[in-house]
């Protein structure tokens, strides 16, 4: 984990940062916007949540998941621990997390409440997964679905919470940082992506879809950045970090899972975050 590469990173962003976020806010859907105000102004909530995203797809956000939820378990007997995958197509990561985070300890497994919000059987980008399938979910869909599972694991956490001890939940999304989220017609807003040949305008690949960044980033939860320890990974890491910052994130750490091929990433990325920036002068 490296706290102080987003530390500096981030004080070196202070000055584009509101830009973006201004930027971010226009580039999503309104509905799902809206969603996820309401959902900030009623939340009472002291539940620790993070989500996690992903430099690239097969980084191993999954196993950082899985991770998170044992370490969570067994640091505190007494918190409940939560798990969210909103958008799954092909495979269970819920089964993999429940497998390798919770375990066979009934204790921890009376502890442990997981969540897979939209499942598609094909093993794509979610855009294309829902567009196959004829099953779109809208931006707004997603946001609420999640608004509801939040809202349930804070009250199941608290049911089994003993003493003080907080919910922690962990939300995994789907392939990198500006992956694409599921593809519907009701996304229609000139900021959703879509195909715009008047030949497909009445087919389902023109559905709109956004990017996984810009859809859950009115919830303002904290993220967690998986970063890729392969050849290449220095730069996709930087690249989505820099994406997450732009559209607001508060980015808590960052997590390579593999960094002993020789390449060197995690060195770099310490480097370029201790660099000096000049500061702009307009």
Known sequence: ILPSLVHHYCSKMQAMKARTVAFAATAIN????????????????????????????????????????????????????????????????????????????????????SRILFLWDTPASPHLASRVENKPVSDGEVISSLQEALTYMDKEGGALAEGNANMRTIIETAGGVLSPSSASPHNSLPSHARA????????????????????????????????????GGISCTLSALESLIFRGYDVHGIILVDDGGGYGNVTALREYACRRVPKSTS
């Open 30 to 113: 309104k509905q799902s916007f809206q969603v996820a105000k309401r959902f900030k102004s009623s939340s009472s909530s002291s539940m620790q949540t993070h989500i996690i995203f992903g430099a690239n797809t097969d980084v191993g956000k999954t196993l950082v998941s899985a991770g998170l939820v044992r370490s969570a378990l067994h640091s505190n007997p007494s918190s409940p621990v939560g798990y969210i995958k909103p958008l799954q197509c092909g495979g269970n990561d819920e089964s993999a997390v429940s497998r390798y985070g919770v375990g066979k300890d009934e204790a921890d497994m009376k502890r442990f409440i």
């Open 196 to 231: 715009l040949s008047s030949d497909t305008l009445e087919s389902s690949s023109s559905w709109g879809w956004s990017a996984q960044a810009d859809l859950y980033q009115p919830l303002n939860i904290p993220a967690v950045l998986v970063g890729d320890g392969r050849l």
